[in-house]
């Protein structure tokens, strides 16, 4: 898998969708030969530092990312909500989610800051949103 970059790997602190710590994956990817891995946890960027400490120490190209959700779901009125099969609890989606990747440092850390996190996903979720909408809904 030389010359593989995995663009988009979730870790134990993505709720629901992620099982590893950053170390491990990075340590996974090594093994792998990957050169560069990017983290795009959901909804946060809580593994960011450990995941750059072990690709510090594992020698791989880090890659930051988050994705985040761009519109909170409206769960549909339902009279009566069935329960998992396998137990658990019901989970409502957002219809939309978009994965943003930093090209560099002051990228990063644009993505970092809280206003200007929200401005650019309402700037990438319009372009997206006019992008897809003619190609898929005619």
Known sequence: MAGVTHLHAASGF???YGASHPEALVRRATELDMGTLTLTDRDTVAGAVRFAKACAKYGVRPVF???LAVAAHAPE???KRRTPVRGGAHVAEPPLRITLLAKNMPGWARRLDADGLAQAVREQAARAASRW??????
């Open 14 to 16: 993505s709720a629901r």
């Open 133 to 138: 909408s003619g190609a898929y809904l005619g």
């Open 77 to 79: 009125e339902v009279a």
């Open 65 to 67: 990312g988050v994705e």
